[in-house]
């Protein structure tokens, strides 16, 4: 009697273990299809409720597979049914503040921009290391034009994150739909630049504005080495020469044929050397801005 009982067990076991399984593979799968559809939305609620299965799971960023329900509710306007989406991927992962997050995504599509900045910023400041969090936060702030938000969130961002380029479009491009006048692109005191300007520092692309404020874009940095040689963030080594009021970039190989010139003039007041008409690509060419990384 007692080892059929322990066949039993073993049997259930055995069938949930494999039913568990099924479940958790189909849901990778479903996963896939509603990444490729989102945010195109050609999916509706149905059909996203269709492809998931009833067993709480998470993605492969720990975020719970409800958001994608929640989300497709949102888009429907179905906003009741979404709020309890909402509860049952608190239950899923509690720890990665996708309650805040879902809600804060809820409310701005409501217009209720006041509670979204409320659960958008604690979603952000709770896991800032989601890009989806720092995205809803942004689109929040880019609403409201609260640029002072904005600068916060971005430089609140560890080293680590700064250095991924996603963040920093993100930002440059909300502050742009926002205030970019606001950006400080005139230097009244500026003068020529002077070799003991640069050697011995790491200079950085700076963004300033107003009262104090700068972005440092830490995606473009020049170290000075010396009175001639110059090196990038990607440890790649250049030669460089400033005559009048232009600086001349050279490969190391030759220093006979620049890569690129381009009038270069120096800020004492925001301590900040600027490259003029700088070429981007498509014949079109803008200012940059750099500060040493010690400012």
Sequence with gaps: MKYRFRKIILTFIIISIVLINYLTFKNFRAQNFIILDNPKYALTYKDVDSLLTWLPNISATAM???????????????????????????KTNPHVFVGEFLL????????????????????????PKNIEHYNSYVDVLEKTKDTLSLIQAYNSLDSSLKTRPEYFKRFYSSFNKIKLDYLIKEYKDERDV?????VGKKYVRVYNFPNGQSIKDTTLVYYFKSKRSVFNKQNNEFLYKIKNDSFFFYYKRDFKTPIT???????????????????????????????????
């Design 64 to 90: 719970p597979l409800d958001i994608w329900r929640v989300q497709y509710l949102i888009f429907e306007g179905r906003y009741t049914e979404a709020k309890q989406y909402v509860k049952t991927a608190v």
């Design 104 to 127: 804060g995504k809820l409310y701005y599509t409501q217009k209720n921009y006041d509670s979204a900045y409320f659960f958008s910023k604690k979603a952000f400041y709770g896991w």
């Design 194 to 198: 002077f070799v003991s300007d640069l």
């Design 261 to 295: 010139s381009f009038v270069s003039k120096y800020s004492d007041e925001y301590k900040t050397l600027i490259f003029k008409d700088v070429p981007i690509g498509d014949n079109k060419v803008q200012d940059q801005f750099f500060k040493a990384l010690d400012y």
